[in-house]
Structures are given as structure tokens and as C-alpha cells.
């Protein structure tokens, strides 16, 4: 009984600490959802959603098991079990949507260079070069590419037009925004999918440890 | 006739026309720029040091001007063959200098005078972008190079008054412009499967199976099947011996004999399990357990 009770606080906290990282990947500070949003593969951000909810369940329902190991009573650890359960499924799904999503992110519609994001086209300002685009067509006789490459004053001007038209490195953000992009959702991905499979791991294990106390009852 | 033949030997020496000196110079791209190569333009280095060795010239450092030779292909070959013309700075004119049946395929343009580049510069990062005016028309404008050509440059120092070339750098390497590429080929970025999602899907997966698959067999085991397997023996209070190892309960409906298991485990008492479930002996008090008190039914 011991063991259950223990099992079910340490899966409680690591419940909680699921729903908190789940709350900061949907707060998305790092401003990635309007470009996911306009790719269409938002998924990471569907998988936290969910990661919040089961999360949060777990931790209850974590903490009803211990209760419910207390009270040694059958039914109760019943309900537990077929509950934890519940919240297993959906958890799962939560990091499988979370793991797949990372491998669909477009390179082509990150040419559609991010206001928000420093950075510059897709490997590298030179894919403005390489590549055609609206943008070469209205204004490849004057700009490589567009101003949004060049670095900011605090005042939102360009800091030097010049340097930047011509490229040199000091007045541009170089980084290509893939790379940007991509770095971003590893980490959101790593969050949601990984800490959430590693608390799947433990939950299974104190489920199963669950199971052999319940025989035990009565 | 001696004089005639002397007049004509004047006539023949051939008249050694004024040289052009190349220098051991070569222009090359400004790689510390990320816009060095474009589809229509190039960024070069500045022409220093080139001319500053040069003796006997007809203008100074203030009046000689340095000029660039974009060319392409033939131009290379069309260019040397004219470059001692003097009218060589309005041969090709750059509107016309890719184009038609039979192009020139170089133009002419100016860079600037030879006293704005000095050895020492004053300042870094000097360039000059090739193709800075875009599409322009005049005849020595500094305009686009042909897309996805590889040109050759060469700087020139010309005389300002008789617009002459006086001396010449060597050719430079061919620079290959870029060639715009459909941005469909960027690739649509799907590298497939990744490992970490196949092993989170099919761990995760068993996992799930597992678990469902144990809370059935507990739930059948305890609920449904009524064995009690596991259901630890409590051991209850001892009643007595109760040696009889087979008895008839007479009052059963279906009177069959009971085989004592307290007997036949070899054990000397009976406990509450071993008894046979009925009114009768479930009015055993353990107290006085010797003395068994029947009931009536």
C-alpha cells in the first residue's frame, strides 16, 4: 500500500508539472502558431491542448488513489484504475500527435519570410537570390531581398539600408529562418511529447503495481 | 629614286603605336558581402594598387579614370581585338551590347577617377557593384549583366582627354550568375518518419494494450469468476475439533456428504471456512465450543 500511495503522489507532481509545461507551450512565446497556422500543421499546439487537460487529470486523479488506497476499499480502486486509464489513452495521443506533427514542417512556406522572427529566408538570405518570388518580380531590380532581413533599430527603422542591400553581414540577420523554425518546435515538441511519454512510462508501471494491490483487496 | 625609296622605307616602317601595358592585377568578388553574386549583378573589389606603378603617363591621378569591362564569351576576344581603337569607350554601347544577331558582348563603364582609390584605403569595406543603374539606356551606364551569364571583368585606366586606353588589368576569373530556380523545387521539407515518433507511437501503443489488457484479466478474475485466487487465508478463530471426517447433513435439500477438510488436511481443528455454511453450525459460539447447540430451523 505504501508503495501505491508514493507511486500516486510522485505521478501526481509530475502530473501537475505536465500540465504547467503544457500551459507554456500553448502560450507560444515564441510566436510560432501563425506560421504553423498558415502551413496547417498546428498539431503541437492541438497536443498541448490536450497535455493541459490530462495533466491536470492526472493530478487529481492521482490523488483520489491515494485516497482510495488508503480506504482499501475495492470499488474505489476500481474507479481509479478504469479513470487513470482513460486519462492514459488520451494522453497518448496527445504525444503521438505532438511527435508526428514535427515532421511536416514546410520549407516553401517559410520563404514567406516571418515579420516577428529575425531571420531570413529558408536555409539563408541567398535563397531570395536563388529562388523566384512575388517579391523578385516587384522589387528584384533594387532589393535582394526584402527589408524584413535587415536588423532593426528600436525604432523599428532599418539601421542601414545600404549595408544591407549589398549584404553585409553586420547590418543582416543571416539565419535562415527554417533553422529558426525548426529549433523552436524541437523544443515545443521535446515538451509536450517526450515529458509527456516519459510520464506515460511511469504511470504505466504504478498502474500495473496498481492492478496486483487491487487483487489483493477484499 | 633614292630619295623616293628612302620616302618609301619612311612610309613602311610601321609606326609604333602606343601600347597598352597590362598589369599584374585581376578583380575579384568582394566575398565578404552575402550579395556578392545575384542573377543580374556582381560586387567587386575596388581597383587598388592596380595602376599606381605606372610611369610616363599622359594624365595624372586626378585626370585618369578608371573604367570596368564587363564582358561575356566572345566579348573577351571581341574586346581585346579593339581596345586600342580610340573610340573604344562608344564601340558597344550597353543597350545593345547583348543583344541582336551578332552582339558585342561587352560594355563599358566607368568606376571613377584613379585618386579615388588610393593603395592605403582610408576607409574598409570598399566594393563597386556591377549593374548598380539596372536597366538603363545610355551608352556607358553601369547596367544589369546578362541573367545566368558568366562574365569576366577588367578594370582599364583611360585618359580623360583623348579617351584612350593606357593600361589594363589581366582577366578576371568567369564569375557564374545565379539562374532564378521555381521555388517549388525548395522541397516540400518532409523528411519522413522520424525515429523518436516511431518509437514513442509503438511504445506507447504496447503500452496502452498492456494495460488494457491486465485490467481485463483483473477485472475477469475478481468480478466475474468468483475464485478466489489470492484471497489470502484468513486464518479465523479456532472452533474446536471437530474430527468427523465425513458427515450427512440431513437437512440439505440435496443431502449429499460433506467431506470434512479440517480432517483431511490433517489438521486438528476446524476453523470457520472448513465448516459447511448453514444455520446449524454457524451457531457455533467459539466460547463453548465443545458443545455444539442445535437449531431448529
Redesign the interface.
Known amino acids: 500500500m505504501i508503495i501505491v500511495i508514493l507511486c500516486n503522489a510522485f505521478a501526481a507532481a509530475a502530473g501537475l508539472a505536465l500540465f504547467a509545461l503544457a500551459i507554456w507551450v500553448a502560450v507560444d512565446g515564441y510566436k510560432l502558431y501563425p506560421i504553423s497556422g498558415v502551413s496547417g500543421k498546428d498539431d503541437i499546439f492541438a497536443g498541448a491542448w490536450i497535455a493541459i487537460f490530462t495533466g491536470f487529470a492526472y493530478f487529481c486523479t492521482c490523488i483520489f488513489g491515494i485516497y482510495a488506497a488508503r480506504k482499501q476499499r475495492r470499488s474505489l480502486m476500481l474507479a481509479y484504475l478504469i479513470i487513470m486509464f482513460i486519462i492514459f489513452i488520451f494522453e497518448c495521443a496527445s504525444c503521438i500527435t505532438a511527435a508526428t506533427n514535427r515532421d511536416y514542417v514546410s520549407r516553401l512556406l517559410l520563404l514567406l519570410s516571418c515579420l516577428q522572427v529575425e531571420c531570413c529566408g529558408t536555409d539563408s538570405p541567398l535563397d531570395w537570390v536563388e529562388y523566384n518570388s512575388t517579391f523578385r518580380q516587384l522589387y528584384g531590380t533594387t532589393y535582394p531581398w526584402p527589408l524584413n532581413c535587415c536588423k532593426r533599430l528600436s525604432s523599428f527603422e532599418v539601421a542601414d539600408s545600404q549595408g544591407c542591400i549589398i549584404g553585409q553581414t553586420s547590418t543582416m540577420f543571416t539565419q535562415g529562418c527554417f533553422t529558426h523554425i525548426e529549433s523552436v518546435l524541437s523544443r515545443y515538441t521535446w515538451a509536450v511529447s517526450w515529458y509527456g511519454f516519459s510520464v506515460q512510462m511511469f504511470v504505466f508501471f504504478m498502474l500495473l503495481i496498481a492492478m496486483v494491490y487491487f487483487t489483493q483487496l477484499g | 629614286m633614292e630619295v623616293y625609296l628612302v620616302l618609301c622605307f619612311i612610309c613602311m616602317l610601321p609606326i609604333p603605336a602606343k601600347s597598352i601595358t597590362t598589369v599584374d592585377c585581376k578583380p575579384a568578388i568582394n566575398e565578404?558581402?552575402?550579395?556578392?553574386?545575384?542573377?543580374n549583378t556582381v560586387?567587386l573589389q575596388q581597383p587598388r594598387c592596380c595602376f599606381d606603378n605606372l610611369t610616363n603617363l599622359p594624365c595624372t591621378s586626378n585626370t585618369c579614370e578608371i573604367w570596368l569591362v564587363p564582358a561575356v564569351d566572345t566579348g573577351l576576344s571581341t574586346f581585346d581585338a579593339n581596345k586600342a581603337s580610340s573610340a573604344i569607350l562608344s564601340l558597344s554601347p550597353y543597350p545593345t551590347a547583348f543583344t541582336g544577331s551578332s552582339p558585342a558582348n561587352y560594355f563599358l563603364t566607368k568606376v571613377g577617377l584613379q585618386s579615388d582609390f588610393p593603395c592605403v584605403s582610408p576607409s574598409p569595406?570598399g566594393?563597386f557593384?556591377v549593374g548598380a543603374d539596372?536597366?538603363c539606356s545610355t551608352t556607358n551606364c553601369n547596367g544589369?549583366l546578362p541573367q545566368g551569364s558568366s562574365p569576366s571583368f577588367k578594370y582599364l585606366l583611360v585618359d580623360s582627354v583623348n579617351k584612350t586606353v593606357l593600361a589594363e588589368t589581366k582577366w578576371s576569373d568567369s564569375i557564374a550568375l545565379?539562374t532564378?530556380?521555381?521555388?517549388?523545387?525548395?522541397?516540400?521539407?518532409?523528411?519522413?518518419?522520424?525515429g523518436?515518433?516511431v518509437i514513442?507511437?509503438t511504445?506507447?501503443?504496447v503500452?496502452?494494450a498492456?494495460?488494457?489488457l491486465?485490467?481485463i484479466v483483473?477485472?475477469a478474475?475478481?468480478c466475474c469468476g468468483g475464485k478466489s485466487?489470492?484471497?489470502?487465508s484468513v486464518v479465523g478463530s479456532v472452533m474446536g475439533s471437530f474430527r468427523i471426517p465425513r458427515y450427512d447433513t440431513h437437512h440439505l435439500k440435496d443431502p449429499a456428504p460433506y467431506d470434512n477438510p479440517a480432517y483431511e488436511k490433517e489438521r486438528k481443528y476446524t476453523t470457520q471456512d472448513t465448516l459447511p455454511k448453514t444455520k446449524a453450525t454457524s451457531a457455533v459460539n467459539p466460547v463453548t465450543q465443545d458443545t455444539i447447540k442445535l437449531q431448529k430451523i
Open positions: 565578404s558581402l552575402a550579395a556578392k553574386i545575384t542573377i560586387i569595406g566594393y557593384r539596372g536597366a544589369f545565379y532564378l530556380k521555381d521555388p517549388g523545387t525548395l522541397g516540400d521539407g518532409f523528411a519522413g518518419r522520424s523518436a515518433m514513442i507511437t511504445l506507447l501503443s503500452a496502452a498492456v494495460l488494457l491486465f485490467l483483473v477485472l478474475l475478481c485466487k489470492g484471497s489470502g
